[in-house]
Each structure stands twice: as structure tokens, then as C-alpha cells.
């Protein structure tokens, strides 16, 4: 059984710095991300990783945002620097087997985690 389970979020004030984590758990994932959605808006697309390493951000984080992974133990991470009171929102992780991929598009994502409340006081 296919498990994705986030941990690491939490409130932080604006400027300050978030980890989060994601273990995956019943299969090993080649492109694993991480998505949010504040209230009243779209899930949107933060960064991404695939297995060999290779990164995607979106616009809004790069600099900021920080997306890691442990092959070994099957772990994707998120640190978060710079925080801003717009980064306020539930993060989910997201993952797929394939190696080739839109990584932005969360309809390519057919595993998805609970989601962690990140919230950015200002």
C-alpha cells in the first residue's frame, strides 16, 4: 500500500525558515513534489525532484525554497527560507514512478500525501 506522510509543519513568522518532510512508503517514486493551496485559490506547483536529482521550482519560491531527497530512506524534503505571509497554505506532497514528466502538474501526481499547515505570521 501506497503511503505518502508529511510532518514538519507549523508557524513561523515572515522571514523566518520551515522544514518539511514527506516518507513514502510501498513503492519507490522517480519524480516526487511538493504542491500547496491556500484558502480560495487552486493548488499550485512548488518544486519538484526526480530521483536523479535534477530540481524544478516555481517562480514564486526559487531562491527561497530548497527541495531535497534521501533515495535510502525515501524521504523528499522542503526547506523554506525567506518566509512570506503569502507561503501561508496546506503543503502536500506528490509523487510518480515516471521518469519524464510535466513536474509542474499536479494531474501527474497519482500518489498525494494529507497535506501539513504551513501559516506565516507577518
Known amino acids: 500500500q501506497v503511503q505518502l506522510l508529511e510532518s514538519g509543519g507549523g508557524v513561523v513568522q515572515a522571514g523566518g525558515s520551515l522544514r518539511i518532510s514527506c516518507v513514502a512508503s510501498?513503492?519507490?517514486?522517480?519524480?516526487m513534489g511538493w504542491f500547496r493551496q491556500a484558502p480560495g485559490k487552486e493548488r499550485e506547483f512548488v518544486a519538484a525532484i526526480r530521483s536523479g536529482s535534477s530540481t524544478y521550482y516555481a517562480t514564486s519560491v526559487k531562491g527561497r525554497f530548497t527541495i531535497s531527497r534521501d533515495n535510502a530512506l525515501n524521504t523528499v524534503y522542503l526547506q523554506m527560507n525567506s518566509l512570506k505571509p503569502e507561503d501561508t497554505a496546506v503543503y502536500y506532497c506528490?509523487?510518480?514512478?515516471?521518469?519524464?514528466?510535466?513536474?509542474?502538474?499536479?494531474?501527474?501526481?497519482?500518489?498525494w500525501g494529507q497535506g501539513t499547515q504551513v501559516t506565516v505570521s507577518s
Open positions: 510501498g513503492r519507490t517514486f522517480n519524480a
Open positions: 506528490a509523487a510518480n514512478t515516471a521518469s519524464y514528466m510535466n513536474y509542474a502538474a499536479s494531474g501527474n501526481y497519482p500518489y
